[in-house]
């Protein structure tokens, strides 16, 4: 009984942590469009990609020095690859807003999840988010089509984060692969910052904001996803990883003053259902 009990409250806790990655993701998100106006979206990912270096690297500590060159390559590609899905989330955030750039980055590991399962359930969670994509994008001649390539992008992006991620924990133990990959963003992101900070160097609130994006967005759900990730089974974190959109779609609306109509709201909810379902039925194969 002491073990179902304590196993019990070790998931409640798990879930609780992945509830407050979410919002912690979503509220630095918001704080990074905050700092748009002083340094744009290349600006506040440039300063993003520093912090979660700057906090990582001497956490994980990965031996750079013993990477092989078949080490090395798809680190690399890991970080070229993260650097350009926040670089297009914000950059679609800017256009579309939070709530639907980052509904339509969740495409991606949806994308993943079906591919990976094939099913009948697969192809019903597909029909649900292509109807999720029509009605909170909207199609029309206003519509804003670059913003929601962008968001296309990043979904993209994400995608190819989660199949390189595999093969990078193949070849380097622990999370050492992904710090690396961090750490070379940031290398990458370095210059770009500087430019930024030397020719408009940005005011005080707007150098809080980009780093409070690094910190809530990047720090705080890496490490709670890890804590996480040992108290709830894979298919669970993955469900509740699809309350983002819906912490997005509030967030914005609250902070940001976002509005999103009743077709929006409903197309992120399809989406999240879609999503949450592809991830079910892979786990209960």
């Keep these: ?9 070790a998931r409640k806790g798990g879930t609780a942590t992945l509830v407050a990655s979410a919002l912690s ?14 340094m744009g ?4 990912v440039a300063v993003r990609q520093l912090v979660a270096a700057a906090v990582l690297l001497p956490v994980v500590r990965p031996r750079l020095w013993t990477l092989t060159r078949q080490q090395w390559w798809p680190v690399l590609l890991l970080a070229v690859v993260f650097g350009t899905m926040n670089l297009s989330l914000y950059s679609a955030i800017q256009r579309v807003g939070l709530g639907l750039a980052v509904t339509l980055e969740f495409l991606g590991p949806l994308a ?44 993209c992006s994400w995608a190819a984060y989660i199949l390189l991620n595999r093969t990078v924990g193949r070849r380097i133990p622990g999370v050492q692969g992904t ?13 770009v ?3 930024i900070f030397v020719s408009r160097p940005p005011d005080a609130f707007t150098v809080l904001c980009a780093v409070g994006a690094g910190v809530l967005a990047s720090v705080v759900p890496y490490l709670a996803d890890l804590i996480a990730l040992r108290r709830v089974p894979a ?51």
């Excluded at 979206?41 to 506040?44: A, D, L, Y």
């Excluded at 710090?179 to 210059?191: D, E, K, N, R, Y």
């Design 25 to 38: 993701n979503q509220l630095g998100a918001a704080s990074g469009s905050l700092a748009f106006p002083g």
């Design 112 to 155: 993943v999840a079906l591919l990976s399962s094939r099913s009948r359930a697969s192809a019903v969670c597909a029909v649900l988010a292509g109807a999720g994509v029509v009605a909170i994008t909207q199609p029309k001649p206003s519509t804003d089509y670059f913003g929601i390539v962008l968001g296309l992008i990043a979904a």
């Design 193 to 195: 910052a500087a430019v």
């Design 41 to 44: 979206p290349v600006g506040v």
């Design 235 to 285: 298919n669970v974190f993955g469900v509740l990883m699809s309350i983002n959109p819906v912490f997005a779609a509030l967030i914005g609306a609250l902070v940001l003053h976002e509005h999103l109509g009743a077709a929006q709201w409903c197309g992120i909810g399809l989406i999240v259902v879609a999503n949450a379902g592809a991830l079910l039925f892979r786990g209960g194969r």
């Design 179 to 191: 710090a690396a990959a961090t750490g070379v963003s940031a290398v990458l992101f370095l210059p």
């Design 1 to 9: 009984m002491e073990g179902t009990s304590s196993s019990k409250a």
